[in-house]
C-alpha cells in the first residue's frame, strides 16, 4: 500500500503542475482529454463544479490510467447531507 501511494505522489512530483477543472464553463471532458493529451497523468476536478458527480465517473471509465484528484470530498456523512440541499454535487470520499 505504502508503494501505492509512494508512487501517485512520485506522478505528482514529476508532473510539477497540477490542472484544476473549476466550474469555468468549458466542457470538462474536453478539458481532461486536453491535459491527458498534453501529457498529464494527474488533475484535479473540483466539487464546485455542478456536473461533478456525473463527470467523475464518467472521467474514471475513459482515462482509466489518469490519476483524478477530487477537491472539496468530505467524510463526514451528516456533514454532506446536510450541505447537499444546496450542493448536490458534494461526495463522500467513499463515492
Not at 37 to 52: H, Y
Not at 71 to 91: E, F, I, T, Y
Request: charge should be neutral; charged fraction near 25%.
Amino acid at each position: 500500500m505504502l508503494q501505492l501511494i509512494q508512487n501517485k505522489y512520485k506522478v505528482l512530483l514529476e508532473q510539477g503542475f497540477l490542472p484544476i477543472l473549476v466550474a469555468d464553463g468549458v466542457d470538462a471532458l474536453f478539458e481532461v482529454e486536453a491535459a491527458v493529451n498534453a501529457g498529464f497523468k494527474a488533475v484535479e476536478f473540483t466539487l464546485r463544479r455542478p456536473d461533478a458527480r456525473v463527470m467523475i465517473p464518467e472521467i474514471r471509465k475513459r482515462f482509466p490510467d489518469l490519476l483524478l484528484l477530487v477537491g472539496s470530498v468530505l467524510d463526514a456523512p451528516k456533514v454532506v447531507k446536510n450541505l447537499q440541499h444546496k450542493n448536490p454535487q458534494l461526495m463522500l470520499v467513499e463515492e
